[in-house]
């Protein structure tokens, strides 16, 4: 499944109000609670900040992709924000990121995390973005 098909207007926040990275990875973990998508919110919350301990998920150009596995999830689930003026995240190239796809995967299904983590790298190495 592509990541494009995991995306509705329910899942995408314009703009985030969040203006640091936890606060923006409570954001995205409470837009999953409010569409339905996950019912544990403490849970994810713990494992997305488990995860960013093991080395911050801000890739290059703006972009950021919070991620775990849980069994919180039973297939891969995104919820995306965006930030205008851009937020800390300990990106890579050391600039703020302003475009944020939070992922959650069960544990026993890689295959569809990493083709959606390895589109949003080809994403974020392209020209034309």
Request: hydrophobic fraction near 45%.
């Amino acid at each position: 499944m592509a990541l494009v098909d995991l995306i509705s207007s329910e899942v995408v926040k314009v703009p985030l109000t969040a203006d640091n990275k936890p606060a923006v990875i409570r954001e995205l973990v409470q837009i999953l609670k409010d569409s339905g998508k996950i019912d544990d919110f403490d849970h994810v919350l713990e494992a997305i900040h488990k995860r960013e301990e093991m080395g911050s998920t801000g890739l290059e150009r703006g972009i950021a992709v919070p991620h775990a596995k849980t069994g919180a999830v039973k297939s891969l689930t995104v919820a995306i924000g965006i930030s205008p003026e851009g937020i800390d995240f300990g990106s890579l190239d050391s600039k703020p990121s302003q475009l944020f796809f939070l992922m959650l995967a069960p544990p026993n299904q890689s295959g569809p995390h990493i083709e959606a983590l390895a589109e949003i790298a080809k994403l974020s190495r392209s020209t034309a973005f």
